[in-house]
């Protein structure tokens, strides 16, 4: 089943699998209990760039949805995690889920409609530039009278 962004899940692939990325209280009440540090305490540090790399995994690793496929063990989750995406990028996606775990239901979709118009807004522009052909100079525009 794939990950409803409009509630904060999101998509990690690993080894060739994919697991849905659940934000949810049972969830932060992990974490912080894994980790010892509040939520937010936690969500600031990746935004600030001076998490450590296990936090990192471990945030991944709770949220992964355990409902439909197995998850690998931790360590072997951290390997995955760390080869085939960074572990930079995974705090990025960390700090994602810890966001979307704080945020109402509706808060969320209102930030998945945000994401999703500048995505289009991005995918219009580029489309209007691969229209137009880079070799042939920009017309100048007429000032209006």
């Known amino acids: 089943m794939p990950a409803n962004t409009k509630v904060g899940e999101r998509e990690?692939?690993?080894?060739?699998?994919s697991y849905v990325l659940r934000p949810s209280f049972e969830f932060m009440q992990a974490v912080e209990s894994?980790?010892?540090?509040?939520t937010s305490e936690l969500l600031m540090d990746i935004n600030m760039g001076r998490p450590k790399a296990t936090e990192i995994v471990q945030v991944l690793w709770l949220a992964a949805d355990r409902n439909n496929?197995?998850?690998?063990?931790f360590g072997k989750f951290g390997e995955l995690v760390s080869r085939e995406h960074g572990i930079v990028n995974a705090g990025l996606l960390a700090g994602i889920l810890l966001q979307n775990g704080v945020l109402s239901d509706k808060q969320q979709e209102?930030?998945?409609?945000?994401?999703?118009?500048?995505?289009d807004a991005l995918k219009e522009a580029e489309e209007g530039r691969e229209a137009t052909d880079p070799t042939e100079p920009a017309e100048a525009e007429s000032p209006s009278e």
């Open 34 to 38: 894994l980790t010892g540090r509040g």
């Open 69 to 73: 496929k197995k998850v690998p063990a």
């Open 110 to 119: 209102a930030v998945a409609e945000k994401i999703q118009a500048e995505e």
């Open 12 to 17: 990690l692939e690993l080894d060739g699998k």
